[in-house]
């Protein structure tokens, strides 16, 4: 899976930008504010159809323009997204995608970014978005589980909320609910269990030491139990007038050699644990659909020193297309080859 070439229409700060990309190593550079994030944000636009920055299109749009609209070319396919004041269209070969679940993952990246560090802090619901973009950009059914459930927990929390609730309406909901869960729960199992495998000896590739990282999965039951802890949260469900169990509860933690993590690490062992996460991540989709991809890493070798840098570097799959950001190519420590993208002029070094 790679990028060729990138054209941005009216888009944060560009009205057009046209980059082309090597199948390898790119390294995008230029000062703060000049737009460097907004190029790797409109690819994750196409990959995730959302932005990881804002959730309002509108803030997509350049100023006193009525839409923005990225095109971008893959080695199997076309992209478009067009994003207006109140709508957005999605394209593959020129073909309207009526469904964002029929977009999603059809281009697949992996975003490495500064704030990442927010996942250890995050709320459940926060990190819980960032286990359901990743499993539903290389799986379509567990996409469509976690619609159709989501849809049936607005009904049922709007059955629970009236005065008296239809018994019997209820438990038609939680019927249609058990099929549903024990997807989610068996696409997150599989993808913890991947994650789980590679975690500890990518952390210590990276960082050059010995420690053991888990990720615990708190789920919300087994799935052979599923029908029975529907129907033992009825009573919790009558009293709080919503909906107390289900897999919108779940959630994960990092464990540092059996301690949680954030409580003890290191801001600097924090980021490597989020590193060696997103690299886990690229295993699980590599894994998954067999496919590897394209790897997106803004401003973050900066923070890392020359050492770390190499390894980091060094680990990366020769099969991967590689985009970094950074505010110059001084301080960086790379032996490989590369397409030098400066905003103003492309060369290669």
Known sequence: MLIKELKLYNYRNYSRKNITFDPKLNI???????????????????SNTKSFRTNNDQNLI????????????????????????????????DVLIKKSSEFIGK????????????????APNERRKVLDIEISKVSQSYIRSLLQYNYL????????????????????INEQMIPLIKTILEERDYFFEVISRHLS??????????????????KCCETADIAN????????????????????HDDYYFLM?????????????????????????????????????????DDILSELDRDNQERLIGIMSEDAQVIITN?????LNINKRYKLIDLKEEAHV
Do not use: C
């Open 257 to 297: 050699d059996g301690r949680e993590l954030n409580a003890i690490a290191s801001q600097g062992q924090k980021r490597m644990s989020l590193i060696a996460f997103k690299f886990a991540l690229i295993k699980y989709i590599k894994d998954k659909i067999n496919k590897i991809p394209i790897v997106l890493l």
């Open 201 to 218: 000896s990518l952390y210590n590739e990276i960082s050059a030491s010995e420690s053991e990282i888990r990720i615990i999965y708190k």
């Open 153 to 172: 927990l607005k009904e049922k929390n709007r059955l629970l909320k009236e005065p008296e609730v239809d018994e019997m309406l209820l438990e038609t």
């Open 28 to 46: 995008i550079i230029g000062p703060n504010g000049i737009g460097k994030t907004n190029i790797l944000e409109s690819i994750i636009v196409v």
């Open 327 to 331: 505010t110059d190519i001084k301080g």
């Open 229 to 248: 802890k529907l129907q033992e949260a009825k009573e919790k469900d009558f009293y709080y007038h919503y909906s107390t169990f289900g897999p919108h």
């Open 62 to 93: 350049k100023k006193d323009s009525e839409f923005s609209k990225i095109e971008l070319s893959s080695d199997t396919d076309r992209f478009k997204v067009v994003l207006g004041n109140k709508n957005r269209s999605l394209y593959i070969n």
């Open 107 to 122: 281009l697949n990246a992996i975003l490495f970014k500064p704030n990442d560090l927010e996942l250890f802090v995050q």
